[in-house]
Structures are given as structure tokens and as C-alpha cells.
């Protein structure tokens, strides 16, 4: 069997230590031994280098001494016969290699690939390669392996992964100081959640992976730890309009912020919202913003709010709030919101609301919160580790009650079930504005009939994917209204 490996990845994800656990009972489901497990992961790695890495002459492959080690040993035979110049430093002493490990050692020693005990001197390598730790890594990194890495960073060579990037944790996702920072990463048999999200996607690179013909047999024995969705089946939560729909059925958004002198968080927010196919936004900002959110947008019905009466009068209309884009937190802004906490329907909580809930915590079951880390940082009040992304996500549900949205690569979205980590977005989206544009987003959808986790993941995925399409005519100076027109076109 030839070994494939795929850009197009599946749409779940699982702890390392599920794969770890049931890779031996999913092989021998298929009839397969381990040992031909990992032939077929070294297999999987040349027809990587057989196509993306042709003109790759000299490689250095950096060996550990466990099974990803044994993956690189196999690699670097196929390599070696097919005429490459490669070199494999053993970062830790072979006599520790024992199994599988051992035995493509000594298949590699047979084919006579050229060893080294140190960092090979005086050589330039086209493509170097991550073979030290697989999936079984946490903590931190030792002082000479930090040097061995920031030699390869130093290095114009590609970077190559195998299965994890050694320094990543691939279950809680985070970067160990010094890890070592692939291009492309080549994973096995199923996705794990940890390369998925946060600062651990720019240590993996481009993902691939090689299921070894096992993914199958996987999938039955192990319930995924998280959804990684997809555009087609996004989109098929995407509410459709019958011939005879009227703009009441669509929902009625009320947005509450911008604090005097802070018009454009809110209308940024508000337009969002239409554009996402709310039938009705309504816009509650401080008097003297009244003009600038209302010009040149003239479908939305902007009311200045003096007080606490004026607000409530504006939410007995309104199906769905979005809480705190430029509300600020004056004394103004406190009461406002004090007020849309009494709200009986769904909120989608952002930006200072988020910050005023940090001074105030209290149980919102009926509420989106779309904190990025900093907030969720103020939301929890705790030394957790912020980049334990999974972590994080979850007790902002246990704290809140909340359908909380984690904002940043690989965002993560998590209401008491289930979490969904989004596969869309681009650099790009570090500009001013998005997170308002987000939020209206949400609150769109939710108007529309979705359930809030279901909108919460559909949104992230569109505004995401609408940042991609708009990158293309330049990733820096992105503006988060560019996003307005393609948000459109993706929801139809």
C-alpha cells in the first residue's frame, strides 16, 4: 500500500493520549502490526519530501528516542536510498532505543545513513527534521536541547515535524520555551487538538496528515475531543429564507455601547449585524454619538440613552442584545449594563462588557461571552496558564454559565458539551474593530433562530474565512469593515 498523506483535514479532533492509548488496537483491527504502523508513517513522510521537498539534497534529521525517533530513523533510509545526502544526530544515545525504535535504527544503520554524536559542523542543509518527541511531550524543554533548536531557527533550512513538534503539548496546546518551530508538520493517524489552537499552530506550520490507513478503525474505538468543522458544514447551519420571509422573523438586535466619544466600536458592531441578516438593529449609544452612528448607515435606528428607562424601553423590543462594544466604564456604562443583565433573552457579551463582568462575575447562562486572552485573563481572575487554551475555554463556562468564545487562533468554542476549535483565519485580523464585528456577528445569527453555540461557531468561522479572502489584496492595513462585503456573500 502506498502511504498518503492529505492537506484536506478531518473534521475531528482527539487528545495525544487517546492516540497513544488505541493506535495498537486500531492497527491490529486493520491486521497490522506496530512495527508496520511506523513503516507506513516513514513511508507517509518520503512521499511527503517526494512532493513538496524534490529539490531537497542535504537533510539533517534530528533523532530522539522513543517512536518518533524510530519515524525519522525509517525516513532517513528511504532518503539515503534514493541518493540524498543525510545525516541523523541522535540527541540522545542509541542504547536507550529499544522496540520498534531499535529496529528502525539498525534498518537505518543497515542502509548505511551517515550518523552524527554532535550538531554536524561546517554543513548547510536544505530540509531539516524534528524526530525527538512525539505526542508524550509536556513541561519544559532541557537547556541543550533550547541550543540544539536555536541552532535549526538560526538555519535557512525548511523545517519538518514529525507528528508533533517537539516542545508543543498537543493535547493543552502549549509552547514550551525554545520549541522547536516547524514549517510543515506531518501528524498521524487522527488529529490532535493541541496543534489546532493558539501559539501552537506557528510552531506546527503547514498541517498535514498521514492516517496510515488506521483513521477508520481509530474513529470507532475513541470519541473525538473536539469538532474541527468545516465551510460545507458551517454553511449547513446557515439560516435559509423562504420566499415569504418578512424582516420580523429575521430578529430584532438591540446593541448597547459606545460611550460618549466612542462611536466606532458600536457601529462597526451594528453594521455587522445587518450584514449578517438581522432583520431589525437597533443601536443604544450615548446621546452625542447619535449622528456619527447613524450616518452613512441609515437602515439602522440609533437612540441616544440617557438612563436606565430610556434602555429598558429600547430591550422590551429587542429579541437578542450584543452588551459592550466602546460602552467604556463610567458610571454610565455601569448602569447600562447593570440594566441589560435584566434582559430575559440571549446577550453576546464583548469587549467592556467584558471587562465590567471581570468587576462584577456573576452566573449568565443565557449569554455568548467572545473574550480574546487578555479578557478571559480579567474574567477569571486566576494564575491559570493562559495558554492551556482548553483549560481556559472551560472554566470560563464553569464560571459564567456562559457559551464563552476564545478568541485567537485557532479560536475555541465551548457551551458545557461540547468544543469546537475553528479551522478559518489569517493574521491579518490583528486590526482594530474585529472583535466588535464579531459580536454583531453572533447576535445576528442567534436573532435568526440558531442556538447561541451553533451562531457563536458559524460566525467565527465566516468572519475568518471573510479576513482570508480579504488578506489577499493585503494582509497589513486590513480595515474590519473590509470584512463587511464578503460576510455578505459567505452568508448568502
Not at 520555551?177 to 493558539?198: E, M
Not at 434582559?343 to 471587562?355: R, T, Y
Not at 463582568?357 to 449569554?367: F, N, S, V
Request: charged share 15%; aromatic share 8%.
Amino acid at each position: 500500500m502506498e502511504a498518503k498523506y492529505t492537506a484536506n483535514l478531518p473534521q475531528y479532533a482527539y487528545l495525544a493520549q487517546q492516540v497513544q492509548a488505541y493506535e495498537a488496537q486500531a492497527a491490529q483491527k486493520m491486521g497490522l502490526s506496530l512495527w508496520q504502523l511506523m513503516q507506513r508513517a516513514g513511508e507517509a513522510l518520503f512521499c511527503l519530501f517526494d512532493a513538496e521537498f524534490v529539490d531537497a539534497e542535504r537533510i539533517l534529521i534530528l533523532a530522539g528516542k522513543g517512536n518518533n525517533a524510530g519515524d525519522a530513523y525509517l525516513l532517513a533510509a528511504h532518503l539515503q536510498q534514493t541518493g540524498r545526502q543525510v545525516v541523523v544526530y541522535s540527541v540522545f544515545p542509541p542504547t536507550l532505543l529499544e522496540g520498534n525504535a531499535l529496529k528502525a535504527y539498525q534498518h537505518a544503520k543497515l542502509c548505511e545513513v551517515e550518523f552524527s554524536a554532535g550538531w554536524p559542523q561546517q554543513q548547510k542543509f536544505d530540509v531539516i527534521v524534528d524526530g525527538i518527541f512525539g505526542t508524550g511531550f509536556k513541561g519544559d524543554l532541557s537547556a541543550p536541547l533550547i541550543s540544539i533548536f536555536n541552532q535549526c531557527e538560526k538555519s535557512t533550512a525548511i523545517k519538518v515535524s514529525i507528528d508533533v513538534p517537539s516542545g508543543v503539548n498537543a493535547n493543552s496546546s502549549e509552547v514550551a520555551i525554545g520549541a522547536f518551530r516547524a514549517d510543515v508538520t506531518l501528524t498521524f493517524i487522527a488529529l490532535k487538538q493541541g496543534l489546532l489552537t493558539g501559539k501552537a499552530t506557528a510552531y506546527c506550520g503547514r498541517l498535514y496528515l498521514a492516517e496510515l490507513g488506521v483513521a477508520e478503525a481509530f474513529s470507532e474505538l475513541v470519541q473525538p475531543s473536539a469538532t474541527y468543522l468545516n465551510q460545507q458544514t458551517h454553511l449547513a447551519n446557515n439560516p435559509v429564507r423562504t420566499i415569504d420571509t418578512y424582516k420580523n422573523q429575521c430578529g430584532h438586535v438591540l446593541l448597547i455601547g459606545g460611550g460618549k466619544g466612542m462611536a466606532g466600536a458600536i457601529r462597526l458592531a451594528a453594521e455587522a449585524c445587518l450584514r449578517s441578516g438581522a432583520g431589525l438593529v437597533s443601536v443604544a449609544t450615548h446621546p452625542d454619538n447619535v449622528a456619527m452612528v447613524l450616518q452613512g448607515r441609515y437602515e439602522l435606528m440609533v437612540h441616544g440613552v440617557e438612563n436606565n428607562t430610556d434602555l429598558l424601553a429600547l430591550m422590551n423590543k429587542a429579541d437578542v442584545l450584543v452588551l459592550g462594544p466602546g460602552l467604556g466604564q463610567s458610571s454610565w456604562a455601569e448602569a447600562l449594563f447593570d440594566t441589560a443583565l435584566q434582559f430575559s433573552g440571549e446577550i453576546v457579551v464583548d469587549a467592556d462588557g467584558l471587562n465590567l463582568l471581570a468587576k462584577r462575575p456573576k452566573k449568565l447562562p443565557k449569554c455568548v461571552l467572545t473574550p480574546h486572552e487578555g479578557e478571559a485573563r480579567r474574567l477569571l481572575d486566576t494564575h491559570c496558564n493562559m495558554s492551556a487554551r482548553f483549560e481556559v475555554v472551560k472554566l470560563l463556562h464553569e464560571k459564567y454559565m456562559a457559551t464563552a468564545v476564545l478568541k485567537g487562533p485557532g479560536s475555541l468554542i465551548y457551551d458545557g458539551n461540547c468544543t469546537a476549535i475553528n479551522r478559518s483565519g489569517t493574521a491579518a485580523m490583528a486590526s482594530a474593530g474585529m472583535g466588535d464585528v464579531l459580536s454583531g456577528m453572533i447576535a445576528a445569527l442567534i436573532a435568526q433562530g440558531l442556538a447561541p453555540s451553533i451562531a457563536a461557531q458559524l460566525a467565527v468561522y465566516i468572519h475568518g474565512l471573510a479576513a482570508q479572502i480579504a488578506a489577499k489584496d493585503g494582509a497589513k492595513g486590513l480595515l474590519a469593515s473590509d470584512l463587511f462585503v464578503y460576510i455578505r456573500r459567505l452568508l448568502g
